[in-house]
């Protein structure tokens, strides 16, 4: 199992940037973390979870939602084992609970974008932009 803690959440004006970090420790089936894929989704007040970025722990390889390309950058630190989503340009909609996940699992882009590919999830931590 592994374990997720995000931080970096708070509120911050439009067209401001926030830095989100995942911490992640833990590992199943004596598997290193080179094997996982992670992701960070959000949820915004009465929304479904949605993705938003997701990175390859081996090779740093990166896919982003259309709705944050461009604004958001998601990197891995493999030494601190963090997580990191850089989110320049806030937008109002950017409003929500961000959750780092994991997974083990391999698949497609559009497979690594589902909630139902990740097997670990962090806590979450709020992000609010005031317009």
């Known amino acids: 199992q592994v374990q997720l803690v995000e931080s970096g959440g708070g509120l911050v004006q439009a067209g401001g940037s926030l830095r989100l970090s995942c911490a992640a420790s833990?590992?199943?089936?004596?598997?290193?973390?080179?094997?996982?894929?992670m992701a960070w989704f959000r949820q915004a007040p009465g929304k479904e979870r949605e993705f938003v970025a997701n990175?390859?722990?081996?090779?740093?390889?990166?896919f982003y939602a259309d709705s944050v390309k461009g604004r958001f950058k998601i990197s891995r630190d493999t030494v601190k084992k963090t997580v990191g989503l850089q989110m320049n340009s806030l937008k109002p909609e950017d409003t929500a609970v961000y959750y780092c996940?994991?997974?083990?699992?391999?698949?497609?882009?559009?497979?690594?974008?589902?909630?139902?590919?990740?097997?670990?999830w962090g806590q979450g931590t709020q992000v609010t932009v005031s317009s």
């Open positions: 833990g590992r199943a089936s004596g598997r290193t973390f080179s094997t996982y894929t």
């Open positions: 990175v390859r722990w081996r090779d740093g390889t990166t």
């Open positions: 996940a994991s997974t083990e699992a391999w698949g497609s882009e559009q497979t690594l974008a589902l909630e139902s590919s990740y097997e670990s």
